[in-house]
């Protein structure tokens, strides 16, 4: 292979493997490789896959064969990441034209293939940061001990691994410096950071967010997501009270509101506990935004079983919730319980879950109406001839939940006032504030 100058890389799946290509990016910059747009005219292009459900297989696999296809004499295609770690020996069958094959974190062997000396540039200065927008992740920790048994995250990740408190602090403030005005903290389970360090369970993350609350600054809003819902502790709501720039939101993921089904996920299955801590949360910060997702159709989910989870969510009033149809994954718990739901019963419950939610995000958004939030702007255009901004308050996370869209001239990346005229289905629509 000849010595590679420059290199395209796609990245799918979840924003922790955006954390992934980001760090892959900073050792190839820093051995002297170009970035470019097209794969077609690149020396090497590189794909981080992601391998956690029958969807995001098909789309890595999809990417993959495209460019296997397209892939010109000299060019060199490495395929890496989630599905690899589960599949490198039918990704290699499927797309012949794959040169080389990595696994998960196995992101320096990539880069030494590319002919960059990794040990030179490993602690990269930071003043080759690179933020695209207001928002960037810190993914806090990689890996995950809980036994769900519908999850494939432990085959692929191993257990967990908290970053140290030193090395998130540094990463934090060089995001900062790079321009961001937003990190997002994101993990397989945030809320185990620390466990693996010692730390008593569900002690970690306080203490984590006040380190990085006073590292970043009263400007910077921290955001968490991938929380455990056995360890949304009280000492974590009123460390998320308490702190000026946690912004008032919090995702964890419930995956159903069925006791039965729950234990069968090997999931925390105390549904009244759940009800607890989303009023001691409410009851703390009056205005916090909560996001949640669930699964129809898991193995053995009765019609009354699904009852329950639309009982749930109709009581629980999550302002955001995503429904996923069961994905059966092989090297889980789940893969050979018997009671497989078939697709069209699945897809028709999570069909009827969304409309359900999308009553409830709508009646949830109407309470910001009247109200001036601060907004991070992504986005400019126009509508009738008039300016408009898009962005995101502190209600809306980046790439799963909705926008704000506003007339009025700004920047991308500035942090403007909005007033919250009208409200959609999950968007909200108001104006800039002059100021």
């Known amino acids: 292979m000849a010595v590679p100058r420059t290199y395209h890389l796609v990245t799918l799946g979840c924003p922790k493997n955006d954390v992934d290509s980001e760090h892959l990016e900073r050792l190839l910059v820093g051995g002297e490789l170009l970035p470019v747009l097209q794969p077609e005219t690149a020396d090497a292009i590189i794909v981080n896959t992601c391998g956690f459900i029958e969807q995001s297989q098909e789309q890595s696999m999809a990417a993959v064969r495209a460019l296997a296809a397209g892939k010109r004499d000299g060019q060199t295609l490495i395929v890496a990441g989630c599905m690899t770690q589960l599949y490198a020996g039918e990704v290699r069958a499927e797309a012949p034209g794959i040169d080389h094959v990595f696994g998960v974190g196995q992101w320096q062997e990539v880069a030494r293939l590319l002919s960059v000396d990794v040990d030179a ?86 203490g984590l967010l006040r380190a990085l609350s006073e590292a970043v600054g009263p400007d910077t809003w921290l955001r968490l997501m991938y929380a ?88 629980t009033r999550f302002d955001h919730a995503g429904c996923f149809t069961y994905s059966l994954q092989q090297w889980t718990g789940a893969y050979e319980m018997p009671g497989q739901v078939p697709d069209e019963v699945k897809q028709d419950r999570r069909d009827r879950f969304m409309r359900q939610q999308q009553r409830i995000s709508a009646k949830q958004a109407t309470r910001f109406v009247g109200k001036t939030l601060p907004m991070l702007v992504e986005g400019i255009g126009d509508a009738e001839g008039q300016p408009v901004v898009a962005g995101r308050t502190y209600r809306e996370a980046p790439e799963v939940d909705g926008l704000v869209f506003a007339e009025g001239q700004a920047q991308p990346g500035d942090r403007v006032l909005v007033r919250i005229e009208e409200s959609g289905e999950y968007d909200l629509f108001g104006s800039l504030v002059p100021g």
Not at 122 to 139: F, M
Not at 236 to 242: P, R
Request: a neutral charge; charged letters at 20%.
């Open 228 to 315: 455990y819902p056995s360890r949304v502790t009280p000492a974590l709501i009123e460390t998320m009270a308490a702190l000026p720039n946690v912004v008032h939101y919090l995702d964890v993921p419930l995956q159903h509101g069925s006791e039965a089904v729950l234990r069968r996920m090997k999931r925390p299955h105390n549904v009244e506990r759940v009800h607890a801590f989303v009023r001691e949360l409410r009851a703390a910060m009056p205005d916090v935004v909560l996001r949640t997702s669930f699964i129809a159709g898991f193995p053995g989910e009765t019609e009354a079983e699904f009852d329950e989870l639309m009982a749930f969510a109709k009581a």
């Open 121 to 206: 540039v490993y602690d990269i200065p930071e003043h080759n940061a690179k933020v695209t927008g207001p928002s960037a992740y810190l993914k806090i920790s990689d890996g995950c001990d809980a036994p769900c048994t519908f999850c494939v995250i432990p085959r692929i990740k191993g257990g967990l691994r908290s970053a140290p408190l030193g090395l998130l602090v540094k990463e934090a403030r060089r995001l900062v410096a790079a321009g961001a005005k937003e990190l997002v903290l994101v993990g397989q389970d945030t809320t185990a950071w620390g466990e693996d360090l010692g730390m008593p369970v569900a002690s970690g993350l306080p």
